[in-house]
């Protein structure tokens, strides 16, 4: 069964550097999502991704957040300047047509020293 | 502030119980509702998902969704072990074109053997 891969599955990092988590999503999906988790909280959507753009992002996602699909399978998050509290797992999940429901990958654990 | 809300456990069953999980939602256009399961240290895996009112089953899994209400629920018959997980409710936005899930804090289920 297909699945939405993401690379590193974890990433150590110092606080004030930039860090890109990378995900391949399912191949004929067309929606990519971006969550994250703080350890013990909710799942929170960060930012939606669909025909090469931004479709929607929550208040989270500021100007510290990027991301991209550089080519025509990876879909990246990058956070220009880490910051303690940016440590979490990160989810990417995409979706197919219509309001077909959202896979998630394994999860990315980002932890800022 | 859309908000789901579940009751955060911990919910125990006996083998072979039925496990009934509940949600709740606020905004009253939502039209979207899924279930993920996520075990400890894992990513959100997609159990079921439900758009009309009514029930829809798929296996031992039984959704349930009353809009008046803004209620959702999940019965897991005959329970297992394995089934021990932190259920999530997330819910669609309204908005037309908006495709980002809420998620509720999620119940633990605990299958006692």
């Known amino acids: 069964e297909p699945e939405v891969t993401q690379t590193p599955s974890h990433q150590v990092t110092q606080m004030g550097q930039e860090v890109i988590l990378r995900c391949v999503p399912i191949s004929n999906h067309l929606y990519f999502y971006w969550y994250r988790q703080i350890l013990g909280q909710k799942v929170e959507f960060l930012v939606s991704f669909y025909n090469n753009e931004i479709s929607e992002k929550s208040e989270i996602f500021d100007d510290q957040f990027s991301v991209e699909r550089p080519d025509g399978s990876n879909f990246t998050l990058k956070i220009r300047s880490t910051k303690l509290e940016d440590s979490a797992m990160y989810f990417c999940?995409?979706?197919?047509?219509?309001?077909?429901?959202?896979?998630f990958g394994d999860g990315t654990r980002l932890s800022i020293l | 502030q859309k908000e789901v809300e579940q009751n955060s456990g911990p919910l125990s069953v006996p083998e072979g119980a039925i496990a009934s999980l509940n949600c709740t939602y606020s905004d009253r256009g939502s039209q979207s509702f899924f279930w993920y399961r996520q075990y400890s240290g894992k990513s959100p895996e997609l159990i079921m998902f439900?758009?009309?009112?009514g029930d829809k089953e798929d296996g031992r899994f039984t959704a349930q969704l009353n809009k008046a209400s803004q209620y959702v629920s999940l019965l897991i018959r005959d329970s297992q072990p394995s089934d021990s997980a932190t259920y999530l409710c997330?819910?669609?936005?309204?908005?037309?074109?908006?495709?980002?899930?809420?998620f509720g804090s999620g119940t633990q289920l605990t299958v006692l053997p």
């Open positions: 439900i758009y009309s009112n």
């Open positions: 997330a819910v669609k936005s309204s908005s037309g074109s908006a495709r980002q899930l809420t």
């Open positions: 999940a995409s979706s197919g047509q219509g309001y077909q429901p959202q896979h």
